[in-house]
């Protein structure tokens, strides 16, 4: 379909349908789901010749299965990466994509607005294998150029950031990782692989949580890395085959149904978050909004030059903290209140008592995560209805200081 169909390359709305997509000889429309754990051969030789590489044939669904490979192809193809490697969960996917590469006496350098889990692994787990860490505000290019003066082996950033929406500048990052010698990793889960091309500005591997956008409609967790050929072949692959962090075949499976409609998806619910921005910030129960594509984000120039849009998260701060921010969530009707993120459906994260409780206060201070910061996450709803929702929400604080 993509190799020899046209001389063209494939728009990403296409590529999302028909990339990489093979059909068994009953000639099914929508991809066959291989759910099997081993496979078998025609012979003893056939085995053998499949150890040695001689021939290709799939062995054992913790090394490859056809509906695992199908996604990491079309997602390879989707990023413009030579490889991909799917995992079980987009945890599984940062921590091979780290622990592959690293060895005891390195150093990475990584932003720190991270997902929280990502940042345990830097500060945690990595310090346990004598892997240096060292932390940087990732908007600002003078502790980068500090940090990266002396050799360094990988650097980990998100943008935008959880939950702040802060952006790094990619391209310049970049530049100063390499010269340190430095592999750079790009969670983009926030910007989606269609609002985002980190491997274009510089960027040597991406990571995904395809529990985000990808599924988009809150049914299967999974992972994603993607790179150059090489490396995913020669130092991601042994360790993704030897310590078994593969993905389900069902689970790829459910992720190309739902890369089928991701374009339509990123695309509305992006339109929804931007309109929600200006809806929440023109609330007087609201004392600031963070949007990338907002006109006060104080990045909004970089995030336009590297983004294709706002994405769909929108952080704001509501004006008395922790117990007006509750009361907000507690009225909201339609908008549930989750822990998670890039969903069809709208919802809401109070971060400095779940995703981000265990950071600590001085942590959250640093990274501007008050008591009052809500994080939304706008989904497919028309947004006429979720303007009512939230209205309805801000209405009851309001009353509420008008009372007192
Ligand atoms: C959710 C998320 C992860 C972790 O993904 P899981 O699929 O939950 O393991 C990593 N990074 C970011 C930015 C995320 O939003």
């Not at 490979?69 to 599984?92: D, N, P, Y």
């Not at 739902?258 to 990123?266: F, W």
């Not at 609330?283 to 006109?295: E, G, K, L, T």
């Not at 704001?316 to 922790?322: I, L, N």
Request: glycine share 8%.
């Amino acid at each position: 379909m993509t190799d020899n169909a046209s001389a063209r390359p494939l728009r990403p709305a296409t590529l999302l349908l028909h990339g990489a997509l093979e059909r068994t000889p009953f000639g099914e429309t929508s991809e066959a789901m291989f759910l099997t754990s081993g496979f078998v051969y025609d012979s003893a030789e056939q085995a053998e010749r499949t150890f040695t590489g001689e021939v290709s044939h799939y062995q054992y669904s913790r090394f490859g299965n056809p509906t695992v490979s199908a996604f990491e192809q079309r997602m390879a193809l989707l990023e413009g990466a030579e490889a991909c490697r799917a995992t079980a969960t987009g945890m599984a996917a940062v921590s091979s994509a780290l622990l592959s590469h690293l060895k005891a006496g390195d150093r990475i350098v990584a932003a720190r607005a991270l997902f929280g889990s990502c940042h345990w692994i830097v500060a945690n787990l990595l310090p346990r294998y004598d892997i240096e860490c060292v932390f940087v505000d990732g908007a600002d290019l003078a502790q980068w150029r500090e940090a990266l003066s002396v050799p360094t082996q990988a650097v980990l950033l998100e943008t935008p950031s959880n939950p702040m929406l802060e952006i790094v500048d990619l391209r310049a990052v970049c530049d100063l990782a390499h010269a340190a010698g430095a592999m750079v990793v790009v969670d983009n889960v926030f910007a989606t692989p269609l609002g985002q091309k980190p491997l274009e500005l510089g960027a040597d591997v991406v990571v995904y949580s395809c529990t985000k956008h990808i599924d988009g409609q809150g049914r299967v967790l999974g992972g994603a890395v993607l790179g150059r050929a090489k490396w995913v072949e020669d130092v991601l692959q042994p360790f993704i085959r030897n310590t078994g962090p593969a993905m389900s075949p069902f689970n790829a499976w459910v992720l190309l149904k739902g890369l089928e409609t991701m374009a339509l998806r990123v695309e509305a619910m992006a339109a929804n978050a931007a309109r929600i921005a200006d809806f929440l910030a023109a609330s007087p129960a609201i004392a600031r909004v963070w949007y990338p594509f907002r006109a006060d984000h104080p990045q909004e120039a970089l995030a336009r030059a590297q983004m294709s849009n706002g994405g769909s998260l929108v952080a704001f701060e509501v004006r008395g903290g922790k117990a007006e921010a509750f009361r907000l969530m507690n009225a909201l009707r339609l908008v549930a209140i989750s822990n998670n993120l890039g969903d069809s459906r709208s919802l809401a994260t109070h971060p400095a008592t779940t995703t981000h409780m265990r950071v600590g206060a001085e942590e959250r201070a640093r990274l501007g995560i008050t008591d009052g910061v809500i994080r939304l996450s706008v989904g497919l709803e028309d947004a006429l209805d979720l303007e009512d929702d939230l209205g309805a929400a801000l209405s009851a604080l309001d009353a509420r200081e008008a009372a007192e």
